[in-house]
């Protein structure tokens, strides 16, 4: 069954086939059937839909397709696709001796994961064991296949055990402008109805590494700047957790998340250095980690932009404001001057310069990991943008960091409660990152490292 519910704009016309046209019966007239049909009469064939009730429900069935009995239209056609929920496929059975041969595709899905014993294309090939049963077009949903293959569900998946019944449900698939990859056999039925079900996979890991350290870093903040001085000094600054805090909770988050990105890369290198190989796999927990590097950098530019606009917005803040003015007047009240200090106007323009490139390679990096453009970049080109320009981005944004901290690090009053300051936590780790780059760009690690890579091998007397 389809999960979704979507709601079908009226049924286009679809133009009659010819009469020499394959034909192929489609059992079930509920939306993903009727989407189906159409895209199957507007692809040429020749449909005839199998309904409980033909007469009642032609109303609704594009134009141009035949509706039958479940019985009569499954006789008209060798190809036969199942778009009823599986509860109903015990109609199948009566006609368990006419479907002898023929091929049956089953599109259904279920509502959640381990909801019957076994798959539900399966039980279909059990209730007709003379059929040849086909698990495809699955993944699709009714909406798409009234629009049209996009690039981003143009794939559909398929399995089966004859290979014949398989390359005919391609040729179909084909023809209606998808590309249908045969992922095995009917066993993988299972594995293929579990991926509509799937809710962000590969976003679950980075998600709980986001939430985990910007809770972490909030409560740290929270009790380092706010509690701190209403505990020591009786002043209620609770305002600034809204803006100030988390202007220090986004981008610390961020750089931590840029430099888990490169991690992995890097420690798999010192990996390969130290087996002198590259023939063996990485343990698990590594190939996971490398497998949601995507995700990670897009959630951590996500922290990044937040970061941009809470920066944009610190003049027309009411307490920015305040301050700069009570700071003129007691200048003037007092007679003092003030000296325009160079060295301060330089560190200033600096990290602010450093975290501006910073942030426009970061956005360049999470363009080029949009599969739309790292698809017309070749390998060398994806991997110069993500590999020497990301490690480049990770240094700005790290350098933008070190500046604003300035000579803060030395100070004693920075570390309230013997506590360092949020952003000198968040260094360690791009920190470490940087240096064991630096390590592995050294010319004689590189070498052996190049060397590896093409396939060289350490023998245990070297
Ligand atoms: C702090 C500006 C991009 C990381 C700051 C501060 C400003 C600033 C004004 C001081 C905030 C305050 O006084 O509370 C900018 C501008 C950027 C930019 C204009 C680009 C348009 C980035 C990027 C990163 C980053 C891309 C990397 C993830 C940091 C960190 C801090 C910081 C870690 C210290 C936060 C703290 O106070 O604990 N930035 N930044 N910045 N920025 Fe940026």
Avoid at 69 to 94: K, M, N, T, W
Wanted: hydrophobic share 45%.
């Amino acid at each position: 069954e389809k999960s979704e519910c979507v709601s079908l704009s009226p049924m286009r016309e679809a133009v009659p086939a010819p009469p020499e046209c394959e034909r192929v019966c489609v059992c079930g007239t509920g939306d993903l059937g009727r989407s189906l049909g159409l895209r199957l009469l507007q692809a040429g064939y020749g449909v005839v839909f199998g309904s409980r009730r033909p007469h009642s429900s032609s109303s609704l069935i594009p134009h141009g397709a035949q509706v039958l009995g479940h019985a009569a239209a499954a006789q008209s056609a060798h190809l036969i696709f199942i778009a009823v929920q599986r509860e109903h496929y015990d109609f199948l059975v009566p006609l368990a001796n006419q479907l002898k041969g023929k091929v049956l595709v089953d599109l259904s899905n279920n509502l959640r994961k381990n909801q019957y014993p076994e798959a539900n294309a399966e039980y279909l090939q059990s209730l007709v064991p003379g059929a040849e049963v086909v698990k495809g077009f699955n993944t699709l949903s009714a909406w798409s296949l009234q629009n049209g293959p996009s690039d981003a569900n143009r794939q559909v998946y398929i399995c089966g055990e004859s290979v014949e019944a398989k390359q005919a449900v391609m040729a179909v698939a084909t023809k209606l402008g998808f590309s249908a990859l045969d992922r095995g056999f009917l066993s993988v039925a299972r594995e293929l109805e579990d991926f509509p079900l799937q809710l962000f996979p590969q976003w679950r890991l980075p998600l709980y590494i986001a939430t985990g350290l910007s809770a972490a870093f909030f409560f740290y903040l929270l009790i380092r700047d706010i509690i701190y001085a209403y505990v020591t000094q009786g002043k209620d600054i609770s305002f600034r957790i809204i803006v100030s805090l988390a202007n220090k909770v986004c981008p610390i988050v961020s750089l931590i998340m840029l430099s888990l990105c490169y991690l992995p890369g890097v420690l798999a290198s010192f990996l390969q250095l130290y087996r002198g190989t590259k023939y063996r796999r990485f343990p698990d927990w590594l190939d996971r980690w490398m497998l949601c590097r995507k995700q990670l950098g897009l959630l951590a530019l996500g922290f990044a932009f937040l970061h941009v606009l809470y920066t944009l917005i610190i003049p027309i803040r009411y307490y920015g404001r305040f301050k700069a003015t009570e700071h003129t007047v007691s200048v003037i009240r007092e007679n003092r001057t003030t000296e325009f200090d160079t060295t301060t106007a330089w560190r200033g323009d600096s990290y602010l310069s450093l975290g501006i490139l910073g942030f426009s390679l970061y956005v360049l990096l999470g363009i080029t990991s949009l599969p739309s453009v790292s698809n017309v970049l070749s390998w060398r080109e994806f991997s110069f943008i993500q590999s020497k320009l990301g490690h480049l981005t990770l240094l700005l944004c790290t350098a933008h960091t070190y500046l604003y901290g300035w000579n803060k690090f030395l100070s004693s009053s920075t570390y309230k409660w013997y506590t360092p300051l949020g952003y000198m936590l968040c260094l360690v780790l791009p920190s470490v990152v940087l240096l064991l780059k630096l390590l592995l760009i050294t010319p004689c690690v590189d070498r052996t490292i190049t060397r590896i890579r093409q396939g060289w091998e350490r023998r245990a007397d070297q």
